[in-house]
């Protein structure tokens, strides 16, 4: 007989500070049953009981930084968190993407084009010149009628009483007038500026105050008359962006709780994908040089240096890789030291010339991303060498593990990192946590070398629209099951990011378009797990198995006051089961509860969040009331299902 409850309107931690809380169940009675599925679906069967005990599962703890995220230079990854609203600003032109979701449909930067009397200008990438970067634009009019000319770029989104700063560099030759930069809304100017350039570069700004909101605004620079204008490094940054980064995309990513951010890709470190180096991207942003990854322009200013700022904005470990390809162990060493050298170091004395005289004191250091061989082997234990040469304190990451890699750097390593992009796979991705960790302790015993796996997801290369799997509930379910294995393997795996964090194709957990942003049902299993997990995983019983459609993981709290459960039903049918916390309370209580499910209880594995319907997958609190420590439980179909309650024995 399933337990009776009483189901309560409470404040409960709101996961989402812009959705309200909602209630769970059925409205109060005196007697019913937990039953949080629609009347029409199948009913579920008691299948067993599940006995969580007081005995640790492993002898650590679960550490925060399993709950880590990925960022890299891919395509429109870092474009999408960073707040600069125009795309191209150095004028080096932009490229397609090497890689597609849907290409018809997929977004895309605006690019910059001829506006006003074109037909009387002649416009130019001049090479002579740049301020930046390989190019700037040139402008030429010559005498004859007064006319109007310059560039322009739509789809911009700007706010009402939200102000802008534009900047841009600019000099000129016989211009008799300003030049003049508008924002136009619908042929309407909603905000405006004049500047007097001059014969030498100069850098101009100003503020800029739109008197109406708009999404697809066009942004117009332009001169009168005759003459010759160049432009090179063009900006419009809002005023509420933190650091240079979206205000709405810090604000969810500090939320999520990340506890590391995982900076590195192919783009860093693979032919083909992009030529990365680190010095591009750090000192004054006006003078660093664009580069391409996975074919799409990237924006000089988020760098390296504003990447780590990100971490701490939002409160997570940054973990930085290292180039390998076609670096050596001293140029490794650089960027370690321009990071955490003091400041009377050589690199050290770069950092502070550019503004930051105290070091970062960045902590995670990965030697190569996806590397592996006899060449990498053979290398790695220099590059270790040199990395604690300049920093004894740095933690030092591998990349694939590999019996070469232990035997030839075991000594200088803390991690070896797998990269695990089959997670539905639990059997195969335990086995080979399980080897790696074996392999460890065998070839490099008492080293206490753990493992981070520095990237997972359910598919890495599965580009096309099979890609959307990537945004759905099916997805989350999965990744929530893989989050469970963690947890029961806490002693070996210290470290894992989740690939990737922002639009990527449907793999990031937050989607973001010139405005506004959604999350998709991943990111709020992510956060589940990050806010309200203990850091004791507990022995169940039985014991879990891989083919269990119900995948329950237990921890326990710090303070050993809270017991938390996590289940997954990634089946299509209700699942009960009689749970056991005996073992942590006996007398009648409330227990709260978070569910992520499917608002329009469809049924569907592949339901998905969108702009249009951003909260149609999405947490619910609430609580129910258990009678004693032993009850029965209903746990929805296609749910994550969170339990907590308070340990009174």
């Known amino acids: 007989m399933f337990l009776a409850i009483t189901c309560v309107i409470v404040a409960v931690r709101v996961l989402d500070r812009s959705r309200s809380v909602r209630v769970l169940g059925a409205e109060p009675s005196e007697r019913g049953t937990i039953d949080a599925a629609a009347s029409d679906r199948v009913p579920a069967t008691n299948a067993g009981t599940i006995r969580v005990t007081r005995d640790s599962l492993q002898k650590g703890a679960i550490n925060p930084m399993q709950y880590g995220q990925f960022i890299e230079y891919l395509c429109n990854?870092?474009?999408?968190?960073?707040?600069?609203?125009?795309?191209?600003?150095?004028?080096?032109?932009?490229?397609?993407?090497?890689?597609?979701f849907i290409k018809e449909t997929d977004f895309r930067e605006r690019p910059w084009h001829a506006a006003g009397a074109t037909a009387r200008a002649e416009y130019q990438l001049d090479p002579t010149s740049p301020i930046s970067g390989k190019v700037c634009q040139k402008i030429t009019v010559s005498d004859g009628p007064t006319c109007t000319v310059g560039i322009a770029q739509d789809g911009i989104a700007v706010t009402r009483g939200l102000a802008c700063t534009f900047a841009c560099w600019f000099k000129e030759a016989n211009v008799k007038g300003p030049v003049r930069v508008q924002l136009l809304s619908a042929g309407k100017e909603i905000a405006a500026a004049e500047f007097a350039p001059e014969a030498d570069w100069k850098k101009f700004t100003a503020r800029l105050l739109p008197n109406e909101t708009a999404t697809d605004a066009t942004l117009i620079i332009s001169f009168r008359g005759s003459g010759t204008l160049w432009l090179d490094n063009a900006s419009l940054m809002p005023k509420d962006a933190i650091g240079g980064w979206r205000r709405d995309v810090v604000e969810a990513v500090k939320a999520l709780h990340p506890g590391v951010i995982r900076f590195g890709g192919s783009a860093l470190d693979s032919a083909g994908y992009g030529e990365f180096d680190w010095k591009n991207t750090i000192g004054d942003p006006d003078r660093r040089k664009p580069f391409r990854a996975w074919g799409g322009l990237q924006p000089t200013g988020p760098g390296?240096?504003?990447?780590?700022?990100?971490?701490?904005?939002?409160?997570?470990?940054?973990?930085?890789?290292?180039?390998?390809?076609?670096?050596?162990?001293?140029?490794?060493?650089?960027?370690?030291?321009?990071?955490?050298?003091?400041?009377?170091?050589?690199?050290?004395?770069?950092?502070?010339?550019?503004?930051?005289?105290?070091?970062?004191?960045?902590?995670?250091?990965?030697?190569?991303?996806?590397?592996?061989?006899?060449?990498?082997?053979?290398?790695?234990?220099?590059?270790?060498?040199?990395?604690?040469?300049?920093?004894?304190?740095?933690?030092?990451?591998?990349?694939?593990?590999?019996?070469?890699?232990?035997?030839?750097?075991?000594?200088?390593?803390?991690?070896?990192?797998?990269?695990?992009?089959?997670?539905?796979?639990?059997?195969?991705?335990?086995?080979?946590?399980?080897?790696?960790?074996?392999?460890?302790?065998?070839l490099a015993p008492d080293r206490g070398i753990r493992i981070g796996v520095t990237e997972w997801n359910t598919t890495a290369g599965d580009w096309g629209p099979h890609r959307a799997k990537l945004w759905t509930l099916e997805n989350a379910l999965a990744c929530s099951r893989y989050q469970n294995l963690l947890h029961r393997s806490c002693d070996a795996v210290q470290i894992a990011n989740r690939s990737n964090l922002t639009n990527s194709f449907c793999s990031g957990i937050i989607q973001t378009d010139n405005h506004s942003l959604y999350k998709t049902p991943t990111y709020y299993a992510q956060q589940l797990n990050a806010t309200l997990a203990g850091n004791r995983p507990l022995k169940i019983e039985p014991a879990w198995r891989a083919d269990e459609l119900l995948d329950i993981s237990a921890t326990l709290s710090p303070d050993g006051k809270q017991i938390v459960l996590f289940a997954v039903n990634s089946g299509l049918s209700d699942i009960s089961r009689t749970l056991d916390l005996t073992a942590f309370a006996d007398e009648p209580r409330e227990v709260e509860t978070w569910i992520l499910h499917d608002r329009k209880q469809t049924g569907e594995p592949d339901a998905v969040n969108s702009f249009d319907e951003p909260e149609r997958l999405a947490v619910d609190a609430g609580r129910v009331h258990a009678p004693s420590g032993r009850f029965d439980y209903r746990f929805p179909a296609l749910t994550l299902t969170v339990l907590r309650l308070q340990v009174t024995r």
């Open 304 to 442: 390296l240096v504003e990447i780590v700022d990100f971490c701490r904005l939002v409160d997570a470990e940054p973990l930085i890789c290292l180039r390998t390809a076609g670096r050596t162990p001293a140029d490794a060493a650089e960027e370690v030291q321009y990071f955490n050298g003091a400041a009377d170091t050589p690199m050290g004395r770069l950092r502070s010339s550019h503004g930051q005289p105290a070091p970062y004191k960045v902590k995670l250091w990965q030697v190569g991303n996806e590397r592996s061989g006899s060449d990498y082997e053979k290398r790695l234990p220099d590059f270790c060498k040199a990395i604690r040469k300049v920093d004894p304190s740095a933690e030092i990451l591998a990349s694939y593990p590999t019996p070469g890699v232990l035997k030839a750097a075991g000594r200088w390593i803390n991690y070896v990192c797998p990269h695990q992009y089959d997670c539905a796979n639990l059997t195969a991705c335990q086995r080979e946590l399980a080897e790696t960790a074996a392999m460890c302790d065998r």
């Open 77 to 100: 990854l870092v474009p999408s968190m960073w707040a600069e609203k125009l795309y191209d600003g150095s004028f080096e032109g932009l490229t397609p993407y090497n890689v597609a």
